[in-house]
């Protein structure tokens, strides 16, 4: 496939290209040490080169609030209002958020579709971009490896000068018309490592998983945990919801509206007559190990973590997702040697 | 069906909460429409003997306010505890950490006896209290869920989650990231991360979620370089009361 | 997974739009529970198979799941028995035959009734739980002759909590159906059994490979009915259950009904024990 | 009740008054022409703000000083804020002292409208409450709520939250106002604050009549700058005795206790004095913008004014001008262009600091001292209401005897009832910071 070539001063240049026909969501500065996705309209605005933002690009396709259904209480009657096709570009995402969209694609399409999540995700287009894994990522440890460039349309790998393009897709060829890119022909710079990992792939995770469940690190875990949610909330393959009515102040109609859920939340299992199925920390903290890890892997063969990193650099209590895991990798696996 | 009648009433408070009700401009006259309003101190001359929902904003911290409060919830079919103070005792059980003839002595010095006081104690030490609206001040949004599930006849369901969940929905940038300290984790969301959204720190005004984990929590603000007892005094700041006997 | 999903846009259905139907009869049970008879817009089956559930809509309010109590065979209409226990449940005992109310449904997988063909029914419910196991007993009395017996075991905390008191008088006569009662504490009235639903289960003259049970009730109750079975010998793959979690969409996926990698929505609510004995979550 | 004038015995207790912040009691005591008692006893529940400020860390002063009054929380955050700054040797920029005075701007406009129409009009109109005057002047109401929510809006755009506000902090501000809100905000002060307010004028020139004559000499003080109409910082300016600077605050309130309220009086040159709008109108009058100026001539407000009543029509001539300044404050940050600075929160120094402020209902002074771990050791906050209840005091006990042989009882009331609210005391304020000095 052909490469370009983007000189880092023609950045600004090449989203103005692509602002010019699009609507383009990318990375931006956000407050003090952070990055968050929104719409470009400052090309100067846009930061490629950041190490992650603070909610991945699902917030665009599965919003954190959103109304479901328009209700009008003097007719007892309820619409539902019109979803916007997505349409856009996003530029500047990471290889592990993409994936993590692809999983989220499974979530909405397999069982019963859901027409909210694909009109929003209709006519994306992804322009990913390389990143160099700080002391959080562990993406290459879940099979994602930061120059993968599966779902993009096109793909900016970085380079001491600027940006080595790829545009694997018509649609990319598309959004490059009429932005003079330079042939390139050199190799891609050698990846940088990963500093952080889990020792094991997914096909042994799911027995490491399978002889753990009582394993002492839920309760250990549980005694730091606050149980505050963020750790879900920010995870960018969490999908779960809860649902509120809001009734306007004359009490005349009102809206249903979603709003992104967590299992680590006490009241999230909690069912009439005060019954809780998962109340105890440690079993929501497995639930949540275990729906990146097992449930679904176990169908389909993928883990469900990306290997982002955001829960571990999010969590106020320091709780690492990978220090659980391997710290369950190297019991199971001392448990085996003791067997054999 | 009759509208409901309304009174409002306060106690040991800054009348923050009062303020903010009077702060619904848009939607004030759309209150008024739904509800009668028979007794407000603060706003009307008025008096009434019965009222369907008494709003009640501030501490209970004298023998009269006891009296009263007895009084208002022999009156009333609903009562609301409008406000931190109300609901939790607020700033003023800061005051209960402190011995009682102490503190009086350090305010008055020896013209104490002039004027009687209690421990500041929340409605709910006193009489059954219906629904709470938290915050301070209290959180206009959760007034207006509480007010139109009372008009629509449903119960309101507190929600019994940490700021964070809001300040995630919102996606703010964390303020333990700009080096602040942070009462959100185990503070009741509701606010919508109102304090985060504006960069400043959650003071925990809201209260703390029903099964807060202290432990963990005192352990995250003394990481983050506060001492054990600085970090005590600042889950203290709004939860005084319930944390009456807990120790650090 | 991994391949890439390409058709988007508004093809599916709206998942979360409830149907307007019109309560037509409000029965009360007892002082908790009330049989609500529901009618789709032009009379309109429902098409849902036992054990399967609705979510209904209070608009301003908010939305629960109810099993669907009534048998597909009654045309028509269908009915829900709920009881008052929250938000949606008391603003619904103030309903009165006329009001609207929002269905979406029928969801989860109910009862493949096939696999029952043939064979002994027996229903073990506790409390609440006959509200939906009623839907498949009254499918069984409506096509009695494709099975074989009917048992019925009914457990109540007391006699004054006993749902449909006419139709459990109607088995108790119909030589057809084998019915067992007991109540936790009895009132001064009480004459029959008491003592929990279990104590039921050891008098029963069962033909063992032929029989399949079907057990509906509060969490508490599966565990020990379920040692019990298992005691008298049925085996577990002869053994369904139905389960109950909070839910918020009914449709897959809001995610709180999971247990363990189960969604009781889509794989239940009805459940074959053999799948779920393993899911520490689950009993 | 009979009509009864030219009163031997006068005996008037009105518990727990209506419509003021806070609570207090009327008690009148005449006894065969002779008076024995005129006064305003405070009833409110003491809250021992000082107790709770002990040992507390500089972030968390300006948070626990704004819960004494949810009225004048942001007068009470600047105010200590200031305190704190001084204390700990933390300079602010140009961009947070304009920030804050468009805050205080935002305040009194805010509170001076609440005031007017919602507390003091209904005494004009003769009715109990603004909930009649909804059907009887929906105009008026909705005029008032319309320039309520626009002084609030500075306080939200601003502070995050006009009551408690939530982005001031020392040294600086947590979150910066954009460019666009700033404009908007302009554009709403100029095309609807402005003639609002205007129309406010008219309605108070229609009320006018209802307003009592009675006039007392008295000692006025207030905060004086050789800037602007000193809100935001100023020396500390009597009518008798002329400017000190702020660190003389103490001898320039002089408090003490009285048996017959909860909170501490005041005095300086005379038995009392009057802190408010209409201090500040006496005091600082040439500061005002021209339209406010044309305001005052046009409701008959002169300098040099002794009628305490007429401090509602001071307030509603300083608003006039809080929202015109408010406007040029804009234009000076548009100018500037508003961006986000880091707060200045690394002490130089530990020791003791003052602060003081024009709050609506006069000057709010708080002093603290400071140990080297930035927590408070010593705190001193003296508040405006505190400061006029002997003047109110000395007041009833003028009026009383002038209009005893004239008026019934409840008319006399009903003046005494006015003459409080016209102070627009904060009564809860009044008793929560009293004068302390921690035991070390
Ligand atoms: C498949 C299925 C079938 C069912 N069939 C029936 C049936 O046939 N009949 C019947 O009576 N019931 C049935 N239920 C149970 C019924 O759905 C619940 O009782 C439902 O909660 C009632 O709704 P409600 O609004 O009245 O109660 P809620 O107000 O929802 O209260 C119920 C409980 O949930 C808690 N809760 C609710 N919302 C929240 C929240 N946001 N945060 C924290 N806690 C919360 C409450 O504290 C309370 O304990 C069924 C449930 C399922 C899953
Ligand atoms: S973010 Fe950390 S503290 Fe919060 S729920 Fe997750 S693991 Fe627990
Ligand atoms: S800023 Fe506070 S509320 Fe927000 S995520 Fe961080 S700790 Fe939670
Ligand atoms: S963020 Fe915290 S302090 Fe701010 S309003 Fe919410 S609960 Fe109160």
């Not at chain 1, 500065?29 to 490629?48: E, I, N, T």
């Not at chain 4, 704004?66 to 942001?74: D, F, M, Q, V």
């Not at chain 4, 003389?248 to 005095?267: A, D, G, L, Q």
């Not at chain 4, 040029?328 to 530990?350: C, H, S, V, W």
Request: include cysteine; charge should be negative.
């Amino acid at each position: 496939m052909a490469q370009y070539f983007l000189e880092q001063a023609r950045v600004a240049d090449f989203v103005a290209h692509l602002l010019a026909s699009n609507t383009v969501y990318a990375p931006h500065r956000k407050g003090s040490r952070s990055y968050a996705f929104a719409k470009a309209d400052d090309p100067a605005a846009v930061v490629l080169d950041y190490p992650r933002t603070l909610s991945s690009v699902k917030k665009f396709f599965l919003p954190p609030r959103e109304v479901l259904l328009n209700f009008d209480l003097t007719l007892d009657a309820a619409s539902v209002p019109p979803v916007e096709p997505g349409n856009a570009v996003f530029l500047g995402v990471h290889s592990y958020d993409l994936a993590a969209v692809r999983r989220l694609d499974f979530n909405f399409t397999t069982g019963n579709p859901e027409r909210n999540y694909l009109a929003r995700r209709d006519g994306a287009r992804f322009i990913g971009v390389s990143y160099v894994p700080d002391k959080f990522h562990f993406a290459g440890s879940v099979g994602i490896d930061p120059y993968d460039m599966t779902g993009c349309d096109m793909f900016l790998t970085k380079h001491a000068d600027g940006w080595i393009v790829d545009i694997p897709t018509g649609e990319g060829s598309e959004l490059a018309a009429g932005f003079k890119l330079e042939a390139h022909d050199e190799p891609k710079p050698p990846r940088a490592h990963f500093t952080q990992h889990v020792f094991v792939p997914q096909a042994r995770l799911g027995k490491v998983m399978e002889a753990s469940y009582d394993h002492p690190v839920w309760n250990e875990t549980a005694d730091a945990c606050l149980g505050c949610g963020t750790c879900n909330l920010v995870c960018p393959t969490c999908y779960c919801f809860n649902v509120q009515e809001n009734v306007d102040i004359a009490c005349t109609s009102g809206q249903r509206e979603r709003s992104w859920d967590g299992c680590m939340l006490r009241g999230f299992t909690e069912v009439a007559g005060g019954e809780f199925f998962r109340e105890k920390v440690a079993a929501r903290q497995r639930h949540r190990v275990y729906r990146k890890f097992k449930y679904i892997s176990d169908v389909t063969g993928q883990p469900w973590c990306v290997g982002c990193g955001r829960c571990t650099a999010s969590c106020t209590a320091k709780i690492s997702i990978v220090e659980i895991v391997n710290r369950l990798i190297r019991d199971s696996e001392r448990d085996e040697s003791i067997l054999t | 069906m009759a509208k409901p009648r309304v009174a409002i009433f306060d106690f040991t408070g800054c009348e923050g909460c009062e303020l903010s009700q009077l702060n619904f401009e848009d939607q004030l006259l759309d209150i008024l429409a739904q509800v009668d309003i028979v007794e407000w101190r603060e706003a009307m001359d008025d008096k009434a003997d019965e009222y369907d929902i008494a709003f009640v904003e501030g501490a209970l911290s004298t023998p009269d306010c006891i009296k009263r409060i007895h009084d208002i919830r022999r009156r009333t079919k609903v009562l609301v505890a409008l406000g931190a103070c109300a609901v939790d005792g607020g700033v003023n059980a800061i005051k209960n950490l402190h011995p009682i003839e102490e503190v009086r002595a350090t305010v008055y010095g020896q013209d104490q006896y002039l004027f009687p006081t209690l421990p500041a104690l929340p409605l709910s030490a006193v009489v059954k209290v219906d629904y709470n609206v938290r915050g301070c001040p209290m959180t206009q949004a959760e007034f207006l869920r509480v007010f139109t599930s009372l008009v629509m006849g449903k119960q309101f369901e507190e929600p019994d989650l940490a700021v964070c969940v809001e300040c995630k929905l919102n996606e703010n940038e964390c303020v333990y990231e700009r080096g602040m300290i942070c009462l959100g984790p185990v503070t009741r969301a509701g606010c919508n991360s109102h304090c985060t959204n504006f960069g400043q720190y959650c003071i925990g005004c809201r209260g703390l979620v029903s099964e807060p984990n202290l432990k963990g929590m005192n352990e995250v603000l003394t990481s983050h370089g506060l001492a054990v007892d600085e970090a005590w005094k600042r889950l203290q700041l709004y939860n005084a009361y319930r944390l009456q006997g807990v120790r650090a | 997974m991994e391949q890439q999903i390409q058709q988007f846009g508004a093809g599916p259905r709206e998942l979360y739009l409830p149907e307007m139907a019109v309560i037509t009869e409000v029965r009360r049970l007892t002082e908790l529970e009330t049989l609500y008879t529901v009618e789709l817009p032009g009379g309109r089956d429902l098409g849902h198979k036992p054990g399967q559930f609705v979510e209904v809509s209070l608009y301003g309010i908010g939305e629960a799941p109810f099993s669907i109590s009534s048998s597909p065979t009654r045309r028509g209409s269908f009915e829900l028995g709920i009881r008052r226990v929250g938000m949606l449940t008391d603003v619904l005992a103030g309903y009165a035959p006329g009001r609207k109310i929002g269905i979406r449904g029928p969801f989860g997988n109910g009862i493949d009734v096939s696999k029952f063909t043939g064979k002994d029914v027996l229903i073990i419910a506790g409390g609440i739980g006959l509200v939906p196991m009623r839907s498949l007993i009254n499918y069984v009395l409506d096509r009695r002759d494709e099975f074989g017996r009917l048992i019925i075991c009914y457990g109540s905390r007391s006699d004054s909590e006993l749902l449909f008191p006419d139709e459990l008088a109607a088995w108790e006569k119909d030589p057809r159906t084998e019915y067992h009662v007991t109540v936790d504490r009895g009132t001064e009235a009480w004459t029959g059994r008491t003592g929990v639903i279990t104590t039921l289960l050891p008098g029963l003259a069962l033909d063992l490979p032929n029989t399949v049970a079907c057990i509906c009730g509060p969490p508490v109750m599966y565990r020990f009915v379920v040692m019990a079975l298992r005691g008298r010998g049925l085996p577990d793959q002869n053994v369904y259950m139905s389960l109950e979690r909070r839910m918020k969409c009914g449709v897959g996926k809001c995610g709180h009904c999971q247990i363990n990698n189960t969604y009781v929505c889509q794989d239940g609510p009805v459940y074959n024990l053999p799948d779920i004995a393993k899911l520490r979550e689950a009993l | 009740m009979s009509r009864d004038l030219g009163l031997e015995n006068l005996d008037i207790n009105v518990k727990h008054l209506t419509r003021v912040e806070g609570h207090g009691n009327i008690v009148v005591d005449m006894k065969n022409g002779v008076l024995h008692k005129a006064q305003l006893d405070i009833v409110e529940a003491p809250r021992y703000f000082e107790a709770l400020l002990k040992g507390r860390s500089f972030h968390e002063a300006a948070i626990i000083t704004s819960r004494i009054c949810g009225i004048c929380s942001l007068g009470h955050q600047l105010t200590s804020l200031k305190a704190t700054e001084q204390a700990l040797g933390l300079a602010v920029t140009e961009q947070t002292v304009l920030l804050r005075k468009l805050l205080i701007h935002g305040a009194t406009l805010q509170s001076n409208v609440l005031h007017a129409y919602f507390l003091a009009a209904p005494d004009f109109l003769k009715v109990g409450s603004v909930i009649p005057l909804v059907a009887t002047h929906p105009d008026v109401v909705l005029r008032a709520l319309r320039m309520k929510k626009l002084a609030n809006d500075i306080g939200d755009a601003v502070g995050g939250r006009a009551v408690h506000p939530i982005t001031c902090v020392p040294g600086g501000f947590t979150h910066v106002p954009t460019a666009d809100t700033l404009r908007l905000l302009r554009k709403k002060m100029v095309e609807q604050m402005v003639p609002d307010w205007l129309a406010t004028v008219e309605t108070m020139k229609a009320l006018a009549g209802a307003i009592p004559v009675f006039e007392r000499p008295t000692e006025y003080i207030s905060l004086r700058s050789d800037g602007d109409y000193a809100l935001y910082d100023g020396d500390i300016c009597s009518t008798d005795t002329g400017r000190v600077p702020d660190s003389e605050y103490r001898r320039m309130t002089n408090e003490f206790i009285v048996p017959h309220s909860s909170s501490k009086h005041c005095k300086v040159s005379r038995s009392s004095y009057m802190v408010g709008a209409l201090a500040r109108w006496n005091n600082n009058h040439d500061k005002l913008c021209p339209e406010a100026l044309q305001a005052a001539a046009a409701l008959g407000l002169k300098p040099g004014c002794t009628n305490p009543y007429l401090n509602t029509v001071a307030q509603v001539v300083e608003a006039g001008h809080c929202a015109l300044d408010a406007v040029a404050i804009i234009d000076q940050l548009l100018e500037m262009g508003p961006r986000y600075e880091k707060p200045n929160q690394e002490p130089t120094q530990f020791g003791t600091g003052i602060g003081s402020t024009e709050v609506p209902r006069g000057i709010l002074y708080h002093e603290y001292t400071y140990d080297r771990q930035a927590r408070i050791v010593k705190a001193n906050c003296i508040i405006p209401t505190g400061q006029n209840l002997a003047n109110i005091d000395d007041d009833m006990k003028k009026l009383v005897p002038e209009v005893v042989a004239t008026k019934s009882k409840e008319e006399i009331t009903s003046w005494l009832e006015m003459l409080v609210r016209a102070y627009d005391p904060c009564i809860s304020c009044s008793v929560h910071m009293l004068d302390v000095e921690f035991m070390e």
